[in-house]
């Protein structure tokens, strides 16, 4: 099923499937994407078809339903931050995920706690525009139409520019005849690469954007918004051919077709009702203060994300947000701190806790080959590009799979993002070559592999460098 919505015909049938999915129904669209953590994609499926309940109970008890937040607990690369992308691709919700090591408390230097929602309602926005832009697409596309057409063809009240040798300033036909004869050779192309003149919005990023800076933004403060009208938006003439031409003024048209004040009330309430915040590295803030010494970068963090998670107003560039029914994944290792060792407060914002399994070899084998975006079928796309046809037999994976546990337990065990390294190590001499391969059959198979892998996975030394 499609991911993001568009349009408004598509986006109301999409949002009656969307709330009719069962979580059953739910978890198997996560399948597609993520291999095993079954736990982990039942809650979230949960948590999912909660939100859709409450957005079907009266208001006044609608108000009172929070939603339930989860914490994430597992090792990097097992599918955490994958199953929270995949859900808010699902519900077409908006998404960031943010380290929380990223900020420190409020009066030191570091990122602001705030920043997190500025940034979900900036995603918002994004969202609703595109939205906004595909229903009137087809109308601005008409429009763009006839300017090019008063280009070729100009009148009196024309206020765009032609090559005065055009051969049709001194067609002597009909007008009308000719717009339509000019019509049909647009439409089919032919004239795609004759220069036109065009006005169009500067879209250059003007000096007030640099003088106001990321710290007033973290304030909520916009110079734009404050000083909109003292540095107005240019107009600039540009020399184009017609293919490209018509992308620059169906953005404009697009711009002026659609009401942005509408747009920012949706996405506010989009960012509201449904957003997602992923919290990753949130086990690198847990700590307490201890002694004449409080660590700012830990328990500061964590009272400062405290009001955001419970719910609290929010000033943005676009107004106030509300926190409360945003739903917030929090994740962690916790190798060496635990759960617990976050304050009373935080931990009880967090009811449901899932831990992630570590991966198998099968698990591994399955995450190369199954998902819709696997890896083997990513490098499959990218060389059948230049014709070759690159296949992997089952030994081959098999041998990857057991190399890719090998130096997770031996080194740094970084999950299923090791493949990413061995398959790049491994495919190198290929992806280099490319379509200056003679043979265009490429078969992998586990002497391959260990040809191309075996002396880095002996040599200790080289391991902890190379992968």
Do not use: C, W
């Amino acid at each position: 099923m499609p991911i993001y919505l568009s349009g408004e015909t598509q986006k109301n049938s999409l949002q009656i499937k969307l709330d009719e999915l069962t979580p059953r129904e739910i978890v198997a669209e996560l399948d597609k994407y993520v291999v095993g953590q079954n736990n982990a994609k039942r809650a979230v499926a949960v948590a999912l078809r909660n939100r859709i309940r409450r957005q079907k109970l009266p208001p006044e008890i609608a108000r009172d339903v929070l939603p339930k937040n989860i914490l994430m607990i597992g090792s990097t690369g097992v599918g955490k931050t994958e199953i929270a992308r995949r859900l808010a691709r699902l519900a077409n919700s908006p998404f960031i995920k943010i380290e929380a090591s990223k900020f420190t408390e409020v009066g030191y230097v570091g990122r602001d706690v705030e920043s997190m929602v500025r940034e979900l309602t900036e995603v918002a926005i994004d969202m609703t525009k595109q939205a906004s832009f595909e229903e009137v697409r087809l109308q601005a596309e008409n429009n763009v139409e006839e300017k090019i057409l008063d280009i070729l063809l100009p009148n009196s009240s024309s206020t765009y520019s032609f090559d005065k040798t055009d051969d049709f300033a001194s067609d002597e036909k009909p007008v009308n005849r000719t717009r339509e004869k000019l019509r049909e050779q647009l439409r089919g192309g032919d004239l795609n690469d004759r220069l036109i003149e065009i006005e169009t919005q500067d879209r250059s990023t003007p000096m007030i954007d640099f003088v106001g800076g990321q710290g007033m933004e973290e304030m909520g403060v916009n110079f734009r918004d404050m000083f909109g009208n003292m540095f107005p938006q240019k107009s600039v003439r540009r020399k184009m051919k017609i293919s490209e031409a018509r992308a620059y003024l169906i953005r404009d048209e697009q711009e002026s077709l659609i009401d942005m004040e509408q747009i920012t009330r949706s996405a506010i309430e989009k960012t509201e009702s449904s957003g997602i915040i992923f919290l990753d590295e949130i086990d690198k803030i847990a700590g307490r203060e201890s002694g004449g010494n409080p660590d700012v970068s830990r328990e500061g963090v964590q009272r400062d994300l405290l009001p955001i998670v419970e719910g609290t107003n929010v000033n943005t560039r676009y107004g106030m947000v509300n926190t409360e029914h945003i739903l917030f994944i929090a994740a962690g290792a916790f190798h060496v701190s635990k759960p617990s060792d976050l304050i009373p407060e935080l931990q009880g914002r967090f009811p449901i806790r899932v831990e992630l399994e570590p991966l198998t070899i099968n698990d591994l084998k399955r995450i190369l080959t199954q998902p819709k975006n696997s890896l083997i079928k990513q490098y499959q796309a990218l060389l059948k590009t230049e014709d070759i046809a690159l296949n992997f037999t089952e030994d081959a994976i098999e041998a990857i799979a057991q190399m890719t546990e090998e130096i997770n337990k031996n080194t740094e065990n970084i999950g299923a993002r090791r493949l990413h390294t061995l398959l790049e190590k491994l495919l190198e001499e290929i992806s280099f070559l490319g379509g200056e391969l003679e043979e265009k059959d490429q078969t992998i198979d586990a002497e391959y592999v260990q040809t191309k892998l075996g002396g880095l996975i002996q040599d200790q030394n080289l391991r902890q460098y190379v992968l």
